[in-house]
C-alpha cells in the first residue's frame, strides 16, 4: 500500500477487467481486483498523477507537466505525447471522447478519442486553470480557479455558464 507521503490523486475501475487502479505523487500506481489489496505497477514515470478515467478498453492517467499515460490491462502503462506543459489536473471520458484538462492560471483542454492521439482546444470564454470536469446527460462540464463554469457537447466548442461562486471549484 501506498505510503503515508504518497498522495492517492486518483482512482479509477474498469468493468471490462474487474480492476481498480489508484495513482498518485511520484508516479506511484497500485492496481485491485478487490480494492482491499493493491498490488504495485510501474508507471514509467516519477511525474505526480493528478486524474484518471476509463473509456473504450483504455485507462487514461494524467498529471504534472503535461505527463499522459494510458493502459489497456490496468498493469502497464504508455506514455502518450500531450503536445503540452500544462499540468493536466482532471481527466473525464464521454460521447466516445477522452477530455483532460488543467492549467495553472488559464484553462488549457486536450481531447482524444482513443487515449493516445491527443488534440488541443481552445477554451477563451472562462479564466483560471481547470481542476474539475465531468460528462453526464451529454454534457461535458468543467470549473475553473476562479469559480467560473463551462459547458460542452462536444469538447471543442465552450460555453460560459458562470456559476455564481468567487471561490475555487474543484
Not at 468493468?15 to 481486483?33: Q, T
Not at 492560471?105 to 488541443?120: E, K, L, M, Q, R
Not at 475553473?144 to 471549484?169: E, P, R
Request: proline fraction near 2%; glycine fraction near 12%; aromatic fraction near 12%.
Amino acid at each position: 500500500f501506498p505510503s503515508h507521503d504518497s498522495n492517492i490523486n486518483s482512482i479509477v475501475y474498469s468493468p471490462d477487467l474487474s480492476r481498480f487502479v489508484m495513482v498518485g505523487n511520484l508516479g506511484m500506481a497500485r492496481y485491485s481486483s478487490t480494492g482491499v489489496t493493491w498490488t504495485a505497477i510501474t508507471s514509467g514515470t516519477t511525474s505526480t498523477f493528478f486524474g484518471s478515467a476509463y473509456g473504450n478498453g483504455q485507462g487514461v492517467f494524467v498529471g504534472h507537466l503535461g505527463n499522459i499515460r494510458t493502459s489497456n490491462n490496468f498493469t502497464t502503462f504508455t506514455a502518450r505525447v500531450s503536445s503540452t506543459t500544462n499540468t493536466l489536473y482532471t481527466v473525464t471520458f464521454g460521447n466516445n471522447t477522452f477530455v483532460a484538462a488543467g492549467g495553472l492560471s488559464t484553462p488549457y483542454v486536450t481531447t482524444s478519442s482513443d487515449g493516445i492521439a491527443w488534440a488541443n482546444q481552445t477554451l477563451s470564454v472562462v479564466t483560471g486553470g481547470i481542476r474539475s470536469i465531468v460528462y453526464g446527460n451529454n454534457l461535458f462540464i468543467v470549473g475553473t480557479t476562479t469559480g467560473q463554469l463551462a459547458t460542452s457537447t462536444d469538447a471543442v466548442t465552450w460555453a460560459n455558464t458562470s456559476s455564481n461562486d468567487t471561490s475555487t471549484i474543484g
